[in-house]
C-alpha cells in the first residue's frame, strides 16, 4: 500500500480527519480518536499502525512483517504496525483499518456516536 492509497482509504472511512505530525506521520482520527497512524519507513514499503482487538493483537504480534507498535504498546495499548506484506496484504490491512476506525470511535461519547451516526445498530 502507498501512502497515497493508505490516505486515500481512511479518508473514505466515515467522519475521518487527516494531520500530518509527530515527525511527519500521516495520523487518521474519527473525531479526535486516532485510529490510523502511516509514515516512517525505512524502506520501500509504509509503515502502518493501527488499534485492534486483544484476540488480534495476541495474534498479529507475531507474524512475520507485523510487530506490536513502537510506544503504543509499550504503555499497554492493544496496537500493531505493518512494516511489510509479508504476512498481512493490503485487502487484509484495509479490513484492520476499518475495524481500528470502528474501535477508536466505540471510545467517543454515546451521544457523539450517535450524532455521528456510528455504532448505530
Not at 6 to 23: D, I, K, M, R
Request: proline share 3%; net charge positive; glycine share 10%.
Amino acid at each position: 500500500m502507498t501512502l497515497d492509497e493508505y490516505n486515500a482509504f481512511c479518508a473514505a472511512l466515515p467522519h475521518a480527519s487527516h494531520v500530518v505530525q509527530w515527525g511527519g506521520a500521516h495520523v487518521w482520527k474519527v473525531s479526535g480518536k486516532v485510529f490510523a497512524i502511516g509514515g516512517w519507513n525505512d524502506g520501500a514499503d509504509l509503515f502502518v499502525t493501527f488499534k485492534c482487538s486483544d484476540l488480534g493483537f495476541e495474534i498479529l504480534k507475531e507474524q512475520p512483517g507485523l510487530r506490536p507498535a513502537p510506544y503504543l504498546a509499550s504503555r499497554g495499548m492493544k496496537w500493531i504496525q505493518r512494516m511489510t506484506g509479508e504476512s498481512m496484504d493490503d485487502a487484509a490491512l484495509r479490513d484492520y483499518l476499518r475495524e481500528s476506525h470502528r474501535l477508536a470511535s466505540l471510545n467517543l461519547t454515546k451521544a457523539k456516536q450517535k450524532e455521528l451516526g456510528l455504532n448505530q445498530r
